[in-house]
């Protein structure tokens, strides 16, 4: 599936990119989700590209089958981790399962923000106090959700109202940043200020199909919208050539 070799697309990567000052100052906004079943499948993907091309995302499935052992085996490697499990429980279960995130270096970690303030708290003050705390995001509301999904579980509201109200409430309690859609980053921007870190997923670059998100948006017009980092999966996985992808966001976003 994957064309060329991982050395021949390291050393055309750095060629590249040497002019990119934006992506050399603050690392690549690329966050690949690696939605596969399990660690080899993974790996096949991981050797094709490097920490400077992409950041990683670790979600429910690969979790469950590979284990906290593989999560430190790709920072091991010298990649930024988000651990995407979306921690939702009583807050003493969410500190302590931040705290064991913690400890297998990861470069970000998330909870789900309809946990509440007592949560969301614990949660921030189990990762300040580890020795190496990771970025802590809050997920606000789902990019697969749209209107007609909310009403059905109570939740009248728009979903870009309920997403600010979620991610205000993220920064009160001390969180770094929120998962939102690209589409609300602006509002949130506005109110939250730029350092508040947007990470967003439902990106597709274009002529990409949007698969099973509804709010979805191209990688330029997220980061213009005032999203920090893009979580995108199967446009890069599925790739013949996932570096050469890569390259091309990567290269578009610096030009910005």
């Known amino acids: ?6 050395m ?5 990567w750095q060629q590249q990119v040497a002019g990119m000052s934006e992506i050399q100052d603050r690392g690549t906004r690329i966050i690949v989700a690696l939605d596969y079943p399990d660690a080899r499948s993974a790996m096949e993907f991981v050797s094709h590209v490097n920490p400077e091309q992409c950041r990683l995302k670790v979600g429910k499935e690969l979790f469950t089958s590979a284990g906290p052992d593989f999560v430190k085996s790709l ?13 939702h429980d009583i807050p003493n279960t969410v500190a302590k399962a931040c705290r064991a995130a913690a400890g ?3 470069w970000m970690l998330n909870v789900h ?21 990771p970025i802590l995001v809050a997920v606000t509301i789902l990019t697969s959700m749209d209107t007609a999904d909310l009403k059905s579980i109570g939740l009248g509201k728009l979903p870009e109202e309920h997403v600010l109200q979620l991610a205000t409430l993220a920064s009160d309690c001390g969180l770094d940043g929120v998962v939102c859609s690209s589409r609300e980053a602006p509002r949130i921007r506005e109110q939250l200020g730029e350092e508040f870190l947007l990470v ?4 597709r670059p274009l002529g990409s199909q949007a698969d099973d998100q509804r709010r979805v948006m191209t990688p330029a017009d ?8 893009l979580v995108i999966g199967r446009p890069v996985t599925q ?5 050469a992808v890569l390259l091309t966001i990567n290269s578009e976003l610096a030009a910005l």
């Open 1 to 6: 599936m994957f064309a060329s070799n991982p």
């Open 222 to 229: 997220a980061v213009r919208n005032g999203s920090t980092y």
């Open 8 to 12: 021949e697309n390291r050393e055309l």
């Open 104 to 106: 297998l270096d990861v």
């Open 239 to 243: 790739a013949d050539d996932p570096a």
């Open 200 to 203: 967003t997923p439902g990106i």
């Open 75 to 87: 920072a091991g490697l010298g990649f930024d981790v988000f651990l995407d499990l979306k921690y």
């Open 113 to 133: 923000a309809l946990g509440g303030r007592r949560m969301l708290e614990a949660a921030a003050e189990a990762v300040t106090a580890t020795a190496r705390p």
